[in-house]
């Protein structure tokens, strides 16, 4: 799977294939016409037609100019007035952890309440051989059941007195019924294992829930839950590929792996058998950073290594902890957070970043932490230039205006995703209205002249990774909890739209062979079912692919729709 083009196909294009002038010479492979081609190029343009040779994009124009290009073996699409995007990419995606934690086990994605979830669990346990170990999968949310919360040790011994259980709620959080706090050897006088966390009640007794760094978790965990076996990793990456691919998911930030996940996705990519691109961050705990300097001088190749189906991309997304520059508003309003590690210690493992030409991507949650992270940012620029070389912070709910400053001076990017969506109630909770409100402020930030970048977070807390669920909140504020959130933050569909493409392109040093349709850029792109420009804001987040393609190949398609 080389990233190649073509002298001749370079040679073709170069009079830009658009609007009437000079169109390429040799016949197309597929030409997509009498469509609505949204090209997300620097102006936005919006065409008729576009025609696909090998796995470019060949030409783009009028109907007419499109399909004067075929020849005897050319094949036509009518895509019968459809509208037509780039491929969709996720600059925060943990499809590797949310691969083995969505398909393997009891599975709880959409579950509606506490009750369903043990019932399902129930059926699990039953079926399963005496003491084997019980887990589930991702992709449920207690704050949408009725019963307001997660389960605990008591509601899973109830349901599974003698197999071990482990409920995933996300990477960072599970839950264990007593079975498997057993084998784990946690009891009351067990506050922590490594980085994770053991919740007690009242009475200083595990909860069943351990939260922590995902690592920390994962690895727990997996002492007493079967791990899979690298054929088993390959198989579990396809299955999870396939329904991204039908989300409109053609590209990822897959971050935080370890080397067995690049080894999966290793193999994938030798056997050409990777059917979306991904882009790569490996985890590093900047506490040790003689094995964060370690690592990356023995990598020996730096950010942005690979080609267009897998890349190196950061060190991602090491949490230096929560903190505020005003305090939380719970409970007694003079907490202001912490951080996980020193000022100091974190701007040395951004030198030795930086020292071995790779950017960090580390996840921010609070203003304060922010702070300390342009203070490290710009450490490391007075000792090397980071300016040109897109160095990244991730999330960033809270940023302020002159943090944006900071960061366009710097050139740092955004990865910004949908944390109001279905958090706003705890939000509010947490940092007061007036803070809440302004969470992800997207508006100002495209205003400060930054690239934004959008993405899910999906398989680190999030349940859903649909983009166009993404877009919906960008453009709308809507949330699920407290309906509109934030307005003064709202930003254009077309806007939106370039978060989710070609901005996204841009995170990965990709902008110039994918994040648009235009003449010469690899043929990633949708096929949608409703018109994303002119739908009603209201139905954006039911907007579904009715065909993918990856590089000129259809890799997913809706039943009877031809396309």
């Given amino acids: 799977m080389p990233l190649v083009f073509g002298v001749t196909a370079w040679f073709l294009i170069a009079a830009h294939a658009l609007f009437g002038q000079q169109m390429p010479t040799v016949a197309p492979d597929t030409i997509f016409y009498n469509g609505k081609i949204i090209m997300v190029d620097s102006s936005f343009s919006i065409q008729e037609a576009f025609a696909v040779r090998g796995d470019q994009i060949w030409a783009v124009g009028s109907n007419a100019q499109v399909r004067a290009l075929a020849g005897p073996q050319t094949r036509s699409v009518d895509l019968l007035g459809h509208a037509v995007i780039p491929g969709m990419m996720d600059n925060h995606n943990h499809q590797y952890h949310a691969a083995l934690m969505s398909l393997r086990g009891v599975d709880l994605e959409g579950i509606h309440s506490l009750a369903e979830m043990l019932d399902r669990i129930r059926q699990g346990v039953a079926a399963a051989p005496p003491g084997k170990t019980v887990s589930t999968t991702v992709g449920w949310n207690p704050t949408e059941f009725p019963e307001k919360r997660p389960p605990n040790r008591q509601d899973l011994d109830q349901v599974s007195p003698n197999n071990p259980v482990v409920v995933y709620q996300s990477r960072s959080l599970a839950y264990l019924n007593t079975a498997a706090l057993n084998l784990l050897g946690i009891n009351r006088d067990v506050n922590a294992i490594g980085r994770a966390v053991i919740a007690k009640d009242p009475s200083g007794n595990p909860t069943g829930a351990i939260s922590g760094a995902p690592a920390a978790v994962l690895n727990l965990t997996a002492k007493v839950v079967p791990q899979p076996t690298i054929d ?87 949490n230096p902890g929560t903190l505020l520059r ?67 912070v991730e999330h960033i709910a809270l940023v302020q205006p002159d943090q944006m400053d900071r960061m366009k001076r710097l050139g740092v990017m955004v990865s910004a995703q949908i944390q109001p969506y279905r958090g706003a109630r705890g939000m509010v909770r947490r940092w007061g209205e007036k803070r809440a409100v302004r969470a992800v402020p997207m508006r100002e930030l495209l205003d400060h002249g930054l690239i934004v970048s959008g993405g899910s977070d999906w398989g680190g807390g999030e349940p859903t990774n649909n983009p166009f669920v993404n877009i919906y909140f960008y453009v709308t504020r809507n949330t699920l909890e407290l309906g509109p959130f934030g307005v003064a933050q709202k930003i254009s569909r077309a806007e939106a739209i370039r978060v989710e493409t070609i901005n996204n392109a841009y ?17 990633d792109f949708l096929i949608l079912s409703h018109d994303i420009l002119t739908v009603p804001e209201d139905q954006i987040r039911s907007i579904l692919p009715l065909a993918t393609y990856v590089g000129g190949r259809k890799v997913f398609s809706k039943p009877q729709e031809g396309f």
């Fill in 326 to 392: 005003e305090p939380f508003t719970e409970p007694a309003g003079n907490y202001f957070g912490e951080l996980s590690l020193s000022e100091e210690k974190f701007a040395e493992a951004i030198r030795v970043m930086n020292r071995y030409d790779w950017r960090p991507s580390p996840h921010i949650d609070g203003d304060k932490t922010l702070d300390m992270v342009l203070d490290a940012y710009e450490a490391a620029d007075r000792e090397r230039s980071i300016r040109d070389r897109r160095w990244i």
């Fill in 232 to 318: 088993e990793k390959k198989d579990i990456l396809l299955r999870i590929a396939q329904r991204q691919l039908a989300l409109g998911l053609t590209s990822i930030r897959d971050l935080q792996l370890h080397p067995e996940a690049m080894r999966a996705y290793y193999e994938l990519w030798r056997e050409e058998r990777l059917p979306m691109r991904i882009s790569a961050g490996l985890e590093a705990n900047p506490e040790e950073v003689d094995l964060v300097d370690g690592m990356l001088r023995n990598w020996g190749v730096g950010a942005g290594f690979g080609d267009a189906w897998l890349r190196l991309d950061c060190v991602a997304e090491f």
């Fill in 507 to 523: 995170l990965t040093y990709e902008e110039k062979i994918k994040g648009s349709i235009e003449p010469g850029k690899l043929a």
